[in-house]
């Protein structure tokens, strides 16, 4: 972790700063050395060349020793050295009186005597210092008779440029050294969050889905660990949900079973002789079962509508005598429970595009719904007509119930999955009916209402889009 991303980044830093810093000295040592240099160099030929024009226009070089020394009393100065030699590079007069007698063989003082003017750098051939010069050529006559040369010293001049290189590089050191400290504090605005984030995500990977990341900042970092909270509270959550199912679902599939078991027992201690109790018995085995089926059913369905697998079949399908029959199959129910049971369809024939199995299971369980919490002497009402919304037509189905209702509090919990209102607690069921419902209707392009209140009893109406 610690060879991480600070290290990276403070890393880089220091050597993007130091590659500036050293291309950027270089370049200004370089540029300082050549302007120095050259202007030596200018000022040295300028001098050079005024005293050879002197001597080739006014002096008489018939004697070249006493014009020598003339020049030389006229031009000396102290800066320089001035050097003047005869055809053969050999010192007639030098303003330091150093070189007298000596032969010159420097670059510039062969090329002066070839009669062109040059310069020279390196080292004094007697001194060792370290030197610039130009020679001029001294013409008489058309022909070369000796040179001049003016000489300075570098020593000095290079003492200073060593001096700026020096300061400049110790400049150049302190700035890496700070924008290095600068970059790691900046680098650790990075790496603190990102470990934070990272020990929490640690802890939650683990299990830990109570953590969350404290980072609180308006950038990438904070849009991440606010995801890193969001995605655990949403784990939290269906987590909470996923045991509540698991418990609810166990305790609703447990239910039938028993009494299918109970009954069973019973039935096998029971002498033949007794056909009615077995007969009661048998018909409890067979509904509990009835019972497990659909709630197994209904599973299946939900995790079909999870996944996104559940696919409707549709056919052109004449809604009221699917109205009909599905009323039908449910009318001995009402009649045995007593309930007061109605259809009432309008007149014309209307055929819709759905599909015929899955509408049916939506009123096979709002029926179911209405039969379980209506007691004797209710009413029940299946009615279906066409109704416009919104510039729109569709077909309205409607059950109506006299029952127990809800509290209208509640009623926008219904569509919710495992959702049973503690004011029918003791019913049996799972609590996935009208989800399924909700959801089947939206796939059929159409919408699902449902209203209630305690004592008055249940609307619920469903609209199925009408495609002409
Ligand atoms: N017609 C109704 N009258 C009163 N309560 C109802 C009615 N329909 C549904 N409910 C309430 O809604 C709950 C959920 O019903 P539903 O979604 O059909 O689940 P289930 O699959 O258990 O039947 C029921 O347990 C009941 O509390
Ligand atoms: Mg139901």
């Not at 497990?292 to 697998?309: G, H, I, K, P, Q």
């Not at 189905?397 to 607690?425: C, M």
């Amino acid at each position: 972790m610690k060879l991480g991303i600070g290290r990276r980044l403070t890393g880089t830093y220091f050597l993007v700063i130091f590659i500036t810093v050293a291309i950027f000295e270089l370049a200004l040592i370089t540029g300082i050395n050549y302007y120095y240099l050259s202007s030596i160099n200018n000022n040295l030929k300028n001098q050079a060349e005024m005293v050879a024009g002197f001597h080739n226009n006014f002096l008489d070089s018939t004697d070249l020793y006493s014009s020598a020394r003339q020049l030389i009393d006229i031009f000396a100065q102290e800066s320089f050295q001035i050097q003047i030699t005869d055809k053969r590079g050999k010192v007639i007069a030098d303003s330091l009186g150093q070189t007298r007698d000596q032969v010159l063989d420097t670059t510039d003082i062969m090329k002066a005597l070839q009669g062109a003017g040059d310069k020279f750098k390196g080292r004094d051939q007697f001194s060792g210092e370290r030197i610039a010069s130009w020679s001029a050529p001294l013409i008489s006559q058309g022909t070369v008779v000796g040179a001049v040369r003016f000489t300075s010293s570098l020593e000095l001049t290079y003492q200073v440029i060593y001096g700026l290189a020096q300061y400049l590089i110790v400049f150049g050191l302190f700035l890496i050294l700070g924008v290095s400290i600068i970059s790691y504090f900046l680098a650790q605005t990075i790496v603190v969050p990102v470990e934070e984030i990272t020990r929490t995500a640690e802890q939650m990977a683990q299990g830990n889905l109570k953590v969350r990341s404290q980072v609180v900042q308006a950038d990438e970092i904070g849009v991440l660990a606010g995801s890193l909270n969001h995605m655990a509270a949403q784990l939290e959550k269906h987590e909470e949900l996923k045991n509540e199912f698991i418990s609810s679902i166990s305790h609703e599939l447990r239910t039938p079973l028993t009494s299918i078991e109970g009954w069973a027992q019973t039935l096998k201690g029971t002498p033949s002789e007794a056909r009615e109790e077995m007969q009661y018995g048998l018909d409890i085995i067979i509904s509990e079962s009835e019972r497990l089926n659909e709630m197994v059913e209904d599973l299946l369905d939900l995790s079909r509508l999870e996944a996104c697998r559940l696919r409707l079949y549709p056919e052109p399908t004449e809604i009221n005598g699917l109205l009909r029959t599905t009323y039908e199959q449910l009318k001995p129910r009402a009649d045995k429970q007593g309930v007061d049971y109605r259809l009432e369809l309008s007149a014309e024939e209307q055929v819709l595009d759905i599909d015929p199995r899955r509408v049916k299971q939506i009123l096979i369980n709002l029926l179911d719904n209405s039969l379980k919490f209506t007691a004797p002497g209710g009413e029940i009402c299946l009615s279906g007509g066409r109704r416009r919304i919104e510039k729109q037509d569709f077909y309205s189905i409607t059950v109506t119930d006299t029952g127990s209702g809800i509290p209208t509090a509640e009623v926008s919990l219904l569509k919710e999955r495992f959702y049973k209102s503690p004011q029918n607690a003791l019913n049996k069921g799972a609590g996935l009916g009208l989800a399924i419902c909700d959801e089947l209707v939206r796939l059929h392009g159409g919408t699902m209402e449902i209203d209630s209140e305690v004592g008055r009893g249940t609307v619920v109406i469903f609209n199925l889009p009408v495609t002409s």
